[in-house]
């Protein structure tokens, strides 16, 4: 057999398969999207995605998730988690079991809901019935105000000491952020409540040391 037989043959074969040429591509929003720095527990993060039939045949899609899967990230301190669930698939209409024509689409709300500090992350996962998933990373980054906003404050006001800043992160039961590669490091006792108010405390050659109430310095640096 010939390659010019060969090659008609495998199209043919090609073309008769229920997927031919069908290619699901989530379109919007772009990659480079972020949710933004979000208050802990906060609802209003949201964004729509939209997933389109770019090929020639329909396509059924399965049950729209978020997952932990092919997602790696460094160990070190500010480092990025991974927290499928802090990002939320809605109910009701959207992506999940829709068929899709040629050039047709739809759209899934996915909230952003930060359990803990830092920046968070998981995948997407838009399942194509007999054809391979369609994923995106999601990112998102978690704050605990007033502390991330006093930490904005003084990396403004003490350039030259509070350098190379990590994300912040918890260790409990503070929320922290660090400094000089991790020489030094800023936190307040918030990721445990407590009746006593919060105080922000710096780390520095393996000491802790209170520098005074988190309320203090969130009225210096003028932050709600």
């Given at each position: 057999?010939?390659?010019?037989?060969?090659?008609?043959?495998?199209?043919?074969?090609?073309?008769?398969?229920?997927?031919?040429?069908?290619?699901?591509?989530?379109?919007?929003?772009?990659?480079?999207?972020h949710f933004g720095k979000i208050p802990l527990n906060a609802l209003y993060a949201t964004q729509y995605f939209s997933a389109f039939n770019r090929g020639s045949k329909p396509v059924t899609l399965g049950t729209v998730a978020v997952d932990a899967g092919d997602i790696f990230?460094?160990?070190?301190?500010?480092?990025?988690?991974?927290?499928?669930?802090?990002?939320?698939?809605?109910?009701?209409?959207?992506?999940?079991?829709?068929v899709l024509q040629p050039g047709e689409g739809c759209s899934t709300l996915v909230s952003f809901v930060p359990t803990s500090v830092g920046e968070r992350m998981a995948r997407l996962v838009v399942p194509v019935n007999g054809g391979t998933p369609v994923t995106r990373r999601v990112t998102g980054t978690g704050t605990?105000?007033?502390?991330?906003?006093?930490?904005?404050?003084?990396?403004?006001?003490?350039?030259?000491?509070?350098?190379?800043?990590?994300?912040?992160?918890?260790?409990?039961?503070?929320?922290?952020?660090?400094?000089?590669?991790?020489?030094?490091?800023?936190?307040?006792?918030?990721?445990?409540?407590t009746f006593a108010p919060a105080s922000v405390y710096v780390y520095q050659n393996q000491t802790l040391q209170s520098l005074g109430r988190l309320s203090d310095f969130a009225a210096l640096a003028k932050c709600q």
């Amino acid at each position: 057999m010939n390659c010019r037989i060969r090659s008609a043959l495998f199209f043919a074969l090609f073309a008769a398969s229920p997927f031919a040429f069908s290619q699901v591509e989530i379109s919007d929003p772009p990659e480079t999207h972020h949710f933004g720095k979000i208050p802990l527990n906060a609802l209003y993060a949201t964004q729509y995605f939209s997933a389109f039939n770019r090929g020639s045949k329909p396509v059924t899609l399965g049950t729209v998730a978020v997952d932990a899967g092919d997602i790696f990230v460094c160990l070190a301190i500010g480092c990025p988690t991974v927290a499928p669930q802090d990002f939320v698939v809605g109910k009701g209409v959207g992506c999940t079991g829709a068929v899709l024509q040629p050039g047709e689409g739809c759209s899934t709300l996915v909230s952003f809901v930060p359990t803990s500090v830092g920046e968070r992350m998981a995948r997407l996962v838009v399942p194509v019935n007999g054809g391979t998933p369609v994923t995106r990373r999601v990112t998102g980054t978690g704050t605990a105000p007033p502390l991330d906003c006093v930490l904005d404050w003084a990396e403004q006001e003490y350039k030259t000491l509070l350098t190379a800043p990590t994300a912040s992160f918890l260790i409990s039961p503070f929320y922290a952020r660090c400094y000089q590669g991790g020489a030094l490091c800023l936190a307040a006792d918030l990721a445990v409540p407590t009746f006593a108010p919060a105080s922000v405390y710096v780390y520095q050659n393996q000491t802790l040391q209170s520098l005074g109430r988190l309320s203090d310095f969130a009225a210096l640096a003028k932050c709600q």
